[in-house]
């Protein structure tokens, strides 16, 4: 009789030991990347999308970019001025909250701030984030933008999807083949957190909502042994 694949036996002592490593491993190359770059600076990251955090790699080919445990990286910089890494890097470490990252690099601090305050990516919402605008589709034939654009420059929904739309909750149905709504149907509105039905529906009709960006929250520079909060100095 063919083992079953649920009496498989997982050792935990090897999966920790892994991850272990894996943190060992970002905190010595978090070290060695402030002892050779003139900047480190702290990032979030809104509406994280893999392949966009790819091509802004590639950017900057010439600095370094981790994105890990938040915990590893601060300890890794130094939390308080007895554990420091550097002289008053520790002031930096208060910045490592939430969905942030690390940029280390030789470019100057306008350069960077300005390039990423620019920088904006529009992708198609994902499920658990609140929506940015309100989608509601017209009344009679669906078309395959859902009334986003002319209804001259449109073309209708495929009668095929008929079944898929209404099982995401829109309330349509066929007439001489064509998919109608007998009233307006409203897909989300603004602020109100999304479903994956809802934002099916968004991708479907190619209504993309969500923008990947890239916001720097304040940099450390080795020759001054200084942080300075990008906020303030914006302001």
Not at 44 to 70: C, H, P, W
Not at 83 to 109: I, K, M, W, Y
Not at 194 to 216: C, D, P, W, Y
Request: proline share 4%; charged share 25%; hydrophobic share 35%.
């Amino acid at each position: 009789m063919p083992k079953s694949k649920r009496a498989k036996v997982v050792h935990l002592s090897k999966t920790d030991k892994k991850g272990k490593e894996l943190s060992q491993k970002l905190f010595a190359n978090v070290q060695e990347a402030a002892d050779n770059y003139s900047y480190i600076f702290v990032f979030s990251v809104e509406n994280m999308r893999n392949s966009y955090l790819k091509q802004v790699r590639a950017e900057f080919a010439d600095s370094r970019i981790f994105f890990g445990k938040t915990k590893v990286m601060a300890k890794a910089l130094g939390q308080t001025p007895a554990d420091e890494h550097l002289p008053h890097l520790s002031a930096l470490s208060s910045h490592l909250t939430g969905n942030v990252g690390l940029l280390f690099t030789n470019r100057e601090p306008r350069e960077i701030i300005d390039y990423f305050s620019s920088y904006t990516e529009t992708d198609f919402a994902r499920a658990g984030i609140p929506a940015t605008q309100t989608v509601t589709v017209p009344a009679g034939v669906v078309h395959s933008r859902a009334g986003q654009i002319p209804e001259e420059d449109d073309v209708p929904l495929p009668h095929s999807l008929e079944v898929t739309v209404r099982k995401w909750g829109m309330p349509t149905k066929l007439s001489k083949g064509k998919v109608v709504l007998d009233a307006e149907y409203t897909i989300c509105k603004e602020g109100e957190i999304l479903n994956s039905h809802q934002t099916a529906l968004l991708k479907l009709f190619g209504v993309a909502t969500a923008e990947f960006r890239i916001e720097m929250k304040a940099y450390y520079s080795s020759a001054t042994e200084s942080v300075t909060e990008v906020g303030a100095m914006e302001e």
